[in-house]
């Protein structure tokens, strides 16, 4: 068990493997579209995954913990929540499957190499400077709006790192599908499979689950819906089987 936890952190249980996560309310925890990407996205036996933006490591974990990979690795700017992330990884044994960076993501293709992956996942920020609600922490404001990389800097330093025919996941918001097509095409990450999900049946998607493949034909397929909540206000059976519960 661990025993470095420090002043205001806790241990989270994922629900998979047995594995455990160290988060720190008030800065920034990972949320439901983490979990949705972790499911939708898939590393093939053999295959290394790269998450951009990784935050305390839940996609690579959660990633590892559904997948065959071979290994897999997080990159993230910000000291804190990178140090987290590596203290969970070795919290959990992963510390030979998983490597965490601390780096900046548009300089990403140089620190990992052209060609250098089969997978790629990002949970990037969705809001663009000062749209929607700035949050006063400076932690959570990064995580949230693209205040260090935009969405150009992702899919650039993508379309550099995949290997050829290599995916690219990622889980955004609706409106800005038309400017997501858009830059994927223009850097050869064609958009293959999407997935909408609703908070409600009656209500407007508020994700997008989005994945790409570097130099493929233009074809792309939209699954069924997700829905999240019951008009009850609890958990489709969907969503408890992907949280595990």
């Known amino acids: 068990?661990?025993?470095?936890?420090?002043?205001?952190?806790?241990?989270?249980?994922?629900?998979?493997?047995?594995?455990?996560?160290?988060?720190?309310?008030?800065?920034?925890?990972?949320?439901?579209?983490?979990?949705?990407?972790?499911?939708?996205?898939?590393?093939?036996?053999?295959?290394?995954?790269?998450?951009?933006?990784?935050?305390?490591?839940?996609?690579?974990?959660?990633?590892?913990?559904?997948?065959?990979?071979?290994?897999?690795?997080?990159?993230e700017i910000q000291e804190e929540s990178a140090d987290m992330a590596r203290r969970s990884i070795l919290h959990n044994g992963l510390q030979d499957k998983?490597?965490?960076?601390?780096?900046?993501?548009?300089?990403?293709?140089?620190?990992?190499?052209?060609?250098?992956?089969?997978?790629?996942?990002?949970?990037?920020?969705?809001m663009i400077g000062d749209h929607g609600l700035k949050n006063d922490k400076e932690a959570l404001y990064i995580a949230r709006h693209e205040a260090l990389v935009s969405l150009e800097d992702i899919l650039r330093e993508s379309a550099k790192i995949l290997r050829p025919k290599g995916r690219f996941y990622m889980v955004h918001r609706p409106f800005r599908l038309p400017e997501i097509f858009a830059k994927m095409c223009s850097f050869k990450i064609e958009p293959k499979r999407i997935r909408l999900v609703y908070p409600y049946v009656d209500k407007e998607p508020n994700m997008v689950l989005i994945e790409g493949l570097k130099d493929g034909r233009p074809r792309m397929q939209a699954e069924p819906p997700l829905i999240v909540y019951e008009k009850n206000g609890e958990y489709t059976e969907e969503l408890r089987s992907l949280y595990g519960v």
Do not use: W
């Open 1 to 75: 068990m661990i025993t470095d936890l420090k002043p205001g952190e806790r241990l989270d249980d994922l629900q998979i493997k047995g594995y455990e996560i160290i988060q720190k309310p008030g800065t920034f925890c990972f949320g439901m579209d983490a979990v949705l990407l972790s499911s939708f996205a898939s590393v093939r036996e053999g295959e290394a995954a790269l998450d951009l933006g990784t935050g305390t490591g839940i996609l690579p974990i959660l990633l590892e913990a559904k997948n065959e990979g071979s290994r897999y690795a997080g990159l």
């Open 98 to 126: 998983i490597d965490i960076v601390t780096g900046d993501i548009r300089e990403a293709a140089g620190l990992f190499g052209a060609a250098s992956f089969h997978v790629i996942t990002t949970n990037p920020p969705y």
